[in-house]
C-alpha cells in the first residue's frame, strides 16, 4: 500500500524558500505525486503534480528524483499567507480503482 | 471559490436526529466524493460516485447514507449518530475517477453530535 511520510511540522520566515520534502519508498511505477494545501475550516487546494524530474507552475516548484522514492515540494519567497498544511500523497490501486492516499500532512508556520 | 459548495457550513444534532448534507458542483465533473476529516487524523474517503453510480464505500457504518441524484450533486444523510462521528465533513469532485484526476474540495460541514 501506497504511503507517504512527512514532517509533522515547519517555521520559516517571509520572503524565504521553503522546502517540504516528503518520502513514498514503496511508489508504484505508475503513481503521480501530488500535493494540496489546506488552509484552517476550508478544503484542500491542489497545488502542483509530478511524475518524474521537475515541475513548475505559478505558486511552487515540485522535484522528484530518479528513484522516485522521495519529493520535495518547494514554496518560493512565502509569505504569511502561505501558513496552511500541506499534504503529499500518491496514489494507489485498490479494487480497480485510483485512490489518493491521504497522509498527516505537514503544518507550515510562516513567521514576520 | 472552487465551484464546490456545501451547506450546512456547520451543523449541530442530536444522537437521534436525522439530519442531512449537501454538495453541489458547478464545474461539470463527473466524480463526486465524501470525506471525513477528524482532527489530527488524515482525511478518511468515505464514498465515491462516478457517472452517478456508486463506485466505493469504505466500510462506512450504515448510520451514514449517501446519495447522488445526478452529477452535479451529492448528499450525505445522517441518522443515530455517534459524538464520536463530530468531523469536518468535506465534499469534492474532479472530471473523472482517474488516475491523477485533481480534485475540487468544497468549504465542509462541520459536525458537531451531542
Known amino acids: 500500500l501506497a504511503k507517504t511520510t512527512q514532517p509533522i511540522s515547519m517555521d520559516s520566515y517571509e520572503g524565504q524558500e521553503v522546502n517540504i520534502t516528503c518520502s513514498h519508498n514503496n511508489i508504484a511505477t505508475n503513481d503521480y505525486i501530488t500535493w494540496y494545501q489546506q488552509f484552517p475550516s476550508q478544503g484542500p487546494r491542489f497545488i502542483i503534480q509530478g511524475y518524474k524530474t521537475k515541475v513548475t507552475n505559478e505558486v511552487a516548484s515540485l522535484f522528484i528524483p530518479a528513484d522516485r522514492k522521495s519529493s520535495t515540494l518547494s514554496l518560493p519567497r512565502v509569505s504569511l499567507s502561505d501558513t496552511a498544511v500541506y499534504y503529499c500523497?500518491?496514489?494507489?490501486?485498490?479494487?480497480?480503482?485510483?485512490?489518493?492516499?491521504w497522509g498527516a500532512g505537514t503544518k507550515l508556520i510562516i513567521k514576520p | 471559490e472552487t465551484g464546490v459548495t456545501q451547506t450546512p457550513r456547520h451543523l449541530v444534532m442530536g444522537m437521534t436526529n436525522k439530519k442531512s448534507l449537501k454538495c453541489e458542483q458547478h464545474?461539470?465533473?463527473?466524480?463526486m466524493y465524501w470525506y471525513k476529516q477528524s482532527a489530527k487524523k488524515p482525511l478518511e474517503l468515505m464514498f465515491v460516485y462516478n457517472f452517478k453510480e456508486q463506485t466505493e464505500n469504505n466500510s462506512v457504518p450504515s448510520r451514514f447514507s449517501p446519495e447522488c441524484p445526478n452529477s452535479s450533486h451529492l448528499f450525505l444523510h445522517l441518522h443515530t449518530l455517534q459524538p464520536e462521528d463530530s468531523a469536518l465533513y468535506l465534499c469534492?469532485?474532479?472530471?473523472?475517477?482517474?488516475?491523477?484526476?485533481?480534485?475540487?474540495f468544497g468549504p465542509g460541514t462541520r459536525l458537531t453530535v451531542t
Open positions: 464545474l461539470g465533473h463527473n466524480a
Open positions: 469534492a469532485s474532479s472530471p473523472r475517477r482517474d488516475r491523477g484526476d485533481e480534485q475540487y
Open positions: 500523497l500518491v496514489g494507489d490501486i485498490m479494487d480497480s480503482n485510483y485512490q489518493l492516499i
